[in-house]
């Protein structure tokens, strides 16, 4: 993978993204709530003789009590200061618990002792902090003086009240808040980098030929003008532009159209089939717009309902399907009889699937099936619509047949996997793979393809055959080829014939 593919992993996975970045904070948030707050208050002692009156006392006085700061620093963490503090304050703790809520230090330099006292509410911190110092000098009175209270020479005083604290100290809110979203929001990322790593759906056109080897020749990109029974181009309610047209649809149509007359330019195919990995990826919809494409370019063309399973074409071409195929390959109908035009090109002609038979296969293998296609082709572009290949071998069969297959793959729903394991199965058939069509490629977001159509003029539909859609009349020859396509044909059947034998 490249950088662009983790950056697409990252803009497709935004979502997921986002909402784990909002878990962590919702987690963060529930954490804050879990948390009993503590408060944190200040109380400043000032250490001082008793017995200084005088210039000179002051000056000894002040250097005893500088010597005694140290000292006074190891007091704060004694047992009977955390006792007395205990005692007076009617606390349910235990002195080494209480000792270590409370913090002393010397201003460096000066005779100053600074408690820092934490507690679980602000009266009760600054309670604290006050008595700690209280407390310390009624140890000191005990070691240095008489037991009484201020019996020793030098003691510690205090100097004004504690302020009441107005936000604890711990959970701090923004900090519990930030740590939260940034902890899921590295488990979105990761979530996102790891479902793009192991994501083998196809969801770029770029990658397409270089992993599995086959030539894309066509990106038929996802309109809203051809959903539901409008799948046809030139069916659209929004004629011309604007996100409802099929503008886009109908030039990536054309392109396919080139793509397939300049792949072999001595000897394009003649016969093609257009099947899928698996059902649902768009194979009916892609051969009935093939058809119509290539009609309207002025070449006669054949379309062959060859999915005898789940039969399509006649309905997405809006003709009856009542007879078809399989009639004319039984001997029950001539092929004058049953071959359908459409008023969608003068040069389409459409063969339903008929009946349903209970062998498909075997059917679309026959020799007579090979006859009617090399014949069809003699005179016309045959596109087949053919069954998916991994459910069924009626693809594969039918590609045997046939010039090549197109493999229309349904982008963000197909996986490498199912076209390699396709692919695999046209090879074992002796079937040539003529190319990749990507259906419904959104032309906005991250998997949109990297070209776009410029909606700038109005584009009007092909002009229409005045006639309604109606059998063709019959012939002499045995599928009346002549009859329906005229007497001089594109190529010579016979030569077919026997090149089809041969193969």
């Known amino acids: 993978m490249e950088l662009r593919d983790y950056?697409?992993?990252?803009?497709?996975?935004?979502?997921?993204i986002v909402l784990m970045t909002l878990l962590g904070i919702g987690v963060g948030w529930g954490w804050l709530q879990l948390q009993t707050p503590v408060y944190q208050a200040s109380a400043t002692g000032f250490v001082q003789s008793r017995d200084a009156t005088g210039v000179g006392e002051s000056i000894v006085g002040d250097a005893a009590a500088r010597s005694k700061v140290p000292s006074y620093l190891d007091v704060a963490g004694w047992r009977i200061t955390a006792e007395h503090a205990i005692e007076q304050l009617g606390l349910d703790t235990t002195p080494e618990a209480i000792v270590n809520e409370v913090t002393v230090v010397n201003t460096p330099e000066t005779v100053i002792l600074k408690v820092d006292a934490r507690a679980s509410s602000p009266e009760d911190a600054r309670a604290l902090a006050e008595q700690w110092i209280t407390s310390m000098a009624y140890a000191i009175d005990q070691v240095e003086g008489d037991t009484t209270q201020g019996s020793s020479p030098v003691t510690i005083v205090t100097i004004g009240s504690a302020s009441l604290p107005s936000s604890p100290i711990f959970p701090d809110t923004s900090t519990a808040l930030i740590v939260g979203g940034l902890i899921g929001f590295g488990f979105g990322v990761a979530f996102a980098l790891t479902r793009t790593?192991?994501?083998?759906?196809?969801?770029?056109?770029?990658?397409?030929?270089?992993?599995?080897?086959?030539?894309?020749?066509?990106?038929?990109?996802?309109?809203?003008?051809?959903?539901?029974?409008?799948?046809?181009?030139?069916?659209?309610?929004?004629k011309g532009k604007g996100k409802g047209s099929n503008f886009a649809?109908?030039?990536?149509?054309?392109?396919?159209?080139?793509?397939?007359?300049?792949?072999d330019v001595d000897n394009p195919p003649r016969t093609i089939v257009v099947t899928s990995p698996l059902p649902g990826d768009g194979k009916s919809t892609i051969a009935c717009n093939l058809a119509i494409t290539l009609a309207v370019s002025g070449q006669p063309v054949v379309l062959v309902d060859g999915d005898l399973r789940r039969s399509?074409?006649?309905?997405?071409?809006?003709?009856?399907?009542?007879?078809?195929?399989?009639?004319?390959l039984s001997g029950r109908a001539d092929l004058s009889d049953v071959l359908q035009r459409t008023p969608r090109a003068k040069n389409l002609y459409v063969l339903a699937a008929g009946s349903v038979p209970p062998n498909p296969s075997e059917v679309l293998g026959s020799e007579r099936m090979r006859s009617l296609l090399v014949d069809l082709a003699s005179h016309a572009v045959v596109i087949i619509d053919a069954p998916p290949l991994l459910p069924v071998t009626d693809g594969a069969v039918l590609t045997h047949q046939a010039d090549g297959a197109l493999l229309v793959v349904g982008i963000g729903k197909t996986t490498y996997d199912l076209v390699e394991k396709a692919l695999d199965t046209l090879q074992k058939a002796s079937g040539r793979a003529l190319g990749i069509v990507l259906n419904r490629v959104p032309t906005r977001g991250v998997d949109a393809s990297p070209y776009s159509y410029e909606?700038?003029?109005?584009?009007?539909?092909p002009k229409l055959d005045e006639e309604s859609a109606s059998p063709a009349t019959g012939g002499t020859d045995s599928f009346d080829l002549e009859a329906i396509f005229g007497a001089t044909a594109t190529r010579d059947v016979e030569v077919r014939r026997q090149r089809a034998r041969r193969n």
């Open 7 to 16: 950056t697409r992993g990252l803009r497709r996975h935004w979502i997921a």
């Open 197 to 238: 790593a192991s994501d083998r759906r196809i969801r770029a056109a770029d990658d397409v030929e270089q992993k599995t080897g086959v030539p894309l020749v066509g990106a038929i990109p996802a309109t809203e003008g051809m959903e539901g029974d409008n799948r046809l181009i030139g069916e659209s309610t929004s």
């Open 249 to 263: 649809v109908s030039e990536a149509m054309r392109s396919l159209r080139t793509n397939l007359q300049f792949m």
């Open 312 to 328: 399509a074409v006649a309905k997405t071409m809006g003709l009856p399907g009542g007879a078809g195929l399989t009639d004319v």
């Open 455 to 461: 909606y700038r003029r109005e584009y009007g539909t």
